[in-house]
């Protein structure tokens, strides 16, 4: 059963006699990443999100698929969703609130709504003409006489009309939208399509306009809510189940990580656990409560201080240090933290706030420092990295590695280090500069091998053994 890892717990639902058994086995876990829109566990997804049908109709496809898992956070009978979490249980970790710059002012949507509407209406309308005019002149050209004396007047006189017409540029039917460098035929394509679009829009807005006059004079709601589970396994195998909306998401998603990880006789080990939430959204992780886990590495999104301080009671071994330590928000206050200067490689991703890579490589005590897709460092950054690890802490091991998207900007570092040191030897992609104790530095760089499609470059900062000895 130990073998058969994640999938024996659909075995275990479905043989309520091996529950105890599979309780009783140790659980091993590879990889378990927590988000906002559900979690990953080893090589199966896990999603819950709100699925939306409307009572007096069709619903616009945009409303009803924010995702193909349904909507990823709470939302009021109205359909809109809550920036914010329900009261917090035993056992849930806070990792980061809401970004309140991204709240809704219900009032400046409403205006901005039916703006929208009345000209997403006279776009359609415009469309429709335009429409109109390209079937006329398509049949125009399919009935044309073989005398061209033979034109009708009217027409004549119609053109000439047109063409006497100001051109206002505020006036939406001036707009055209069809390409005249194409047939009629292909015009006409083109237009549907631009009609159909339109149509959708205008379906959108008139349907916001609705929601927003149903909750503003507190009218019962046109909606039926579901909740919906959605399992994804790695060979693209898909389970979906829907329940009633009669509980919260983070009530569902309670219940959903207790069947898996409560009541564990054992400790549960995990390789990698990670709280990952984007900047603008909150994220609270939902564990059974009093559960253990041996974890080796963590990586995290929100305050690192403060999560490391939560995820504390949770760790079998707390004073054991992470094997790697992930963080996308650190600042150069955590390099003080205990967990911080101890973890074994220390890693910052997509960290693009005002973070001074230089005065944090000088604070941690970390040998080994991973930044991938930070604020781009110049070249002298680059060279006093070098020589702070030459001048106090260039022992075995120190390895610094940057990936960034300029590879000139890397390769100038490269040349810009080199012509620093008389004794460095220069290869195409390779500084080497001799350290005493038969030591040496290597600086190189190197096209970044985990997204080459990206065009990123990581430059290696390292010390090793002098390969002469």
């Known amino acids: 059963m130990e073998n058969q890892d994640i999938s024996r717990f659909r075995l275990a639902e479905r043989l309520p006699k091996i529950r105890c058994a599979e309780k009783s086995v140790p659980l091993n876990i590879s990889n378990l990443t927590f988000a906002e829109e559900g979690f990953e566990l080893n090589d199966k997804d896990y999603r819950l999100g709100i699925i939306c049908q409307y009572r007096n109709g069709h619903v616009p496809e945009t409303f009803i698929c924010k995702s193909l898992y349904g909507h990823p956070r709470d939302i009021d009978q109205f359909g809109f969703e809550k920036r914010s979490f329900p009261e917090l249980t035993p056992g849930d970790i806070f990792v980061q609130d809401f970004n309140r710059r991204w709240d ?4 400046l949507e409403i205006q901005i ?6 000209t997403e209406r006279k776009i359609l309308i415009s469309l429709e003409r335009e429409k109109i005019e390209l079937e ?3 049949e125009r050209v399919e009935n044309k006489p073989e005398d061209p004396m033979e034109l009708d007047t009217a027409e004549e006189v119609f053109i000439e009309i047109e063409a006497e017409e100001e051109h206002d540029p ?8 069809a ?7 292909e015009q006409l394509e083109q237009i549907n399509r631009c009609i159909q679009d339109s149509k959708k829009s205008l379906a959108e807005f008139e349907f916001d306009v609705e929601r927003y006059r149903c909750k503003r004079e507190n009218l019962p709601s046109p909606f039926d809510f579901f909740i919906q589970f959605t399992k994804t396994s790695m060979n693209g195998t898909v389970h979906i189940e829907r329940f009633n909306y009669d509980k919260s998401l983070m009530e569902a998603w309670k219940y959903l990580i207790c069947k898996i990880l409560g009541n564990r006789k054992s400790v549960v080990r995990i390789e990698s656990l990670g709280f990952w939430a984007q900047k603008r959204d909150g994220l609270v992780v939902c564990l059974p409560e009093d559960i253990k886990l041996d974890v080796k590495n963590f990586e995290t999104s929100g305050n690192l201080s403060e999560v490391l301080k939560r995820v504390e009671p949770i760790l079998e071994y707390p004073n054991r240090p992470f094997g790697r330590l992930t963080s996308d928000r650190l600042r150069l206050e955590d390099a003080h933290n205990s967990k911080v200067q101890n973890a074994e490689v220390l890693q910052l991703c997509d960290s693009y706030r005002d973070v001074d890579y230089v005065a944090l490589c000088r604070e941690v005590q970390n040998k080994k420092i991973v930044i991938t897709n930070g604020p781009q460092m110049q070249r002298e950054q680059y060279r006093v990295l070098v020589e702070d690890l030459i001048d106090t802490k260039g022992t075995l091991g120190t390895y610094y590695e940057i990936t960034q998207s300029c590879e000139r900007l890397t390769k100038n570092a490269m040349r810009f280090i080199a012509e620093r040191y008389s004794n460095a030897v220069v290869c195409e992609r390779l500084v080497i500069i001799p350290l005493p104790h038969q030591l040496q530095l290597n600086v190189s760089c190197d096209p ?7 065009h990123l470059w990581t430059m290696k900062i390292e010390v090793v053994q002098n390969r002469e000895n």
């Open 104 to 107: 809704v002012d219900h009032d």
């Open 113 to 118: 709504t039916n703006d929208s509407l009345k």
């Open 136 to 138: 006329r002149a398509l």
């Open 170 to 177: 505020m006036d939406i039917d001036q707009h055209r939208v």
């Open 179 to 185: 390409d005249q460098d194409l047939s009629h035929e």
């Open 448 to 454: 970044y091998v985990m997204n080459p499609r990206h």
